[in-house]
C-alpha cells in the first residue's frame, strides 16, 4: 500500500521576530501638541470668519440686508410692546386720586408717635445724647415753621398747627433746657391717617386729648415712685382739644399733625438721697390718645396704640448739694 510523504516531520521551526523601534521620548507629545494647536488656530479662524466674513461680505453668517429685515423687526415688536405697556400704565393711573392713599383705614389705627428719633429719650446724664435730641428737635421745629400751605380761594378753611402759636411756651423754645438742667420736653403727636376724625358719630363737645402716665417698662424697673420724676402735659388734658385740626387728609392742604408736650422734671436731691444701690436708673411715661368732655370720662380712643418715652437719670451726682 502507498504512502503518503511527508517531509522533514521532526524538523523544528524557525520564527523570526523583528523588533519594533520605539520612539525617542518626547515625540508623541510634540505631536499631540501640534494637533492641539492645529485645532485650536482652525476653531479660532472659523470664529473670525463667523463673526466676520470678508469673502461673502456677513457678520454673524448675515448680509446687510439680512440685518436690515430683522433689525427693523424687532423695532416695530418693542416698540409696540413699549406702547402697548405706556397706555395700560396711562389708563391704570387715571383710577387714582393723587390725594387719597392707596391703603385707607385698613392698616392704619390711631397710634401716639414721635416725629423724630433722636428725640425719644431724654438723658440727664450724657451730654451728646442730650445734645442729639434738642437737633432733632430743631429739625421738626424747622419743618413745621417752614410748611406753606396751599390755600382754597385765597382762604385756608381748616385750623392749621403752627409751632410758633400752637406750641406751649413752655417748650416752644427746644433749646430752653440745655444739658444740666434739671427738665427737658418731649414733643408728640398722632400719626397720619386720611379722613379720620376722632370725633366722628360723638357727642357735641367731645373732645380729643393725649394724657399721660408712668409705666413700669418693659424689664419692670422703671421708677414708679413719682418722687424724682414729675412730668406735666401741654397743653393739660382738661382743657385741650385737638379735634379742630382734624380729619386730615394731606400735608398740602391740612399741614402737619398736631403736638403736644410733655415737659419732664427731675429731682437731683431726691435722687442723690436714695443710696447708691437702690437708686433708680430711668423712668417711663406712656401717653394715649383720648376722647370725652371732660378728663374724668374720658375714654381711650378705639384701637390705638401708645408711645413710651424714656427718662435717664443722671448718674453724676457729686455736684449736687
Known amino acids: 500500500m502507498a504512502r503518503g510523504r511527508v517531509d522533514n516531520i521532526n524538523q523544528p521551526r524557525v520564527v523570526v521576530v523583528q523588533p519594533v523601534s520605539e520612539p525617542e521620548n518626547g515625540e508623541d507629545d510634540d505631536s499631540e501638541m501640534v494637533k492641539e494647536e492645529g485645532k485650536l488656530k ?45 397706555i395700560n400704565l396711562f389708563v391704570m393711573l387715571q383710577t387714582l386720586d393723587p390725594d387719597v392713599p392707596t391703603i385707607v383705614g385698613r392698616t392704619n389705627k390711631p397710634q401716639v408717635a414721635i416725629d423724630e428719633y433722636g428725640s425719644m429719650l431724654l438723658n440727664f446724664g450724657d451730654e451728646d445724647i442730650w445734645n442729639a435730641a434738642i437737633t432733632a428737635k430743631n429739625e421738626t ?60 358719630g360723638l357727642a357735641d363737645g367731645t373732645r380729643f386729648f393725649f394724657d399721660c402716665e408712668f409705666d413700669i417698662g418693659k424689664t419692670g424697673k422703671g421708677d414708679m415712685s413719682g418722687n424724682i420724676t414729675s412730668f406735666e402735659v401741654l397743653p393739660s388734658p382738661s382743657t385741650a382739644d385737638f379735634s379742630m385740626y382734624y380729619p386730615w387728609t394731606s400735608v398740602a392742604t391740612d399741614g402737619y399733625q398736631p403736638l403736644f408736650s410733655v415737659k419732664v422734671t427731675i429731682d437731683r436731691k431726691a435722687l442723690k438721697a436714695l443710696p447708691k444701690d437702690e437708686r433708680p436708673e430711668k423712668a417711663f411715661i406712656t401717653c394715649l390718645p383720648y376722647t370725652g368732655i371732660d378728663r374724668a370720662s374720658a375714654v381711650q380712643l378705639p384701637e390705638s396704640r401708645f408711645a413710651r418715652l424714656t427718662v435717664h437719670y443722671p448718674w453724676k451726682l457729686d455736684d449736687v448739694e
Open 141 to 200: 421745629k424747622t419743618r413745621y415753621d417752614s410748611l406753606i400751605i396751599e390755600e382754597i380761594d385765597g382762604n385756608i378753611t381748616k385750623k392749621i398747627f403752627r409751632w410758633t402759636s400752637d406750641v406751649d411756651v413752655e417748650c416752644q423754645d427746644v433749646e430752653k433746657y440745655p444739658f444740666g438742667s434739671d427738665s427737658g420736653c418731649f414733643y408728640l403727636g398722632m400719626n397720619r391717617i386720611y379722613n379720620y376724625d376722632p370725633v366722628d
Open 42 to 86: 482652525a476653531g479660532l479662524n472659523d470664529c473670525c470668519r463667523f463673526l466676520y466674513n470678508s469673502d461673502e461680505g456677513t457678520v454673524m453668517g448675515r448680509n446687510g440686508s439680512s440685518w436690515a429685515k430683522i433689525g427693523g423687526f424687532y423695532l416695530i415688536f418693542y416698540s409696540f410692546l413699549a406702547g402697548f405697556f405706556a
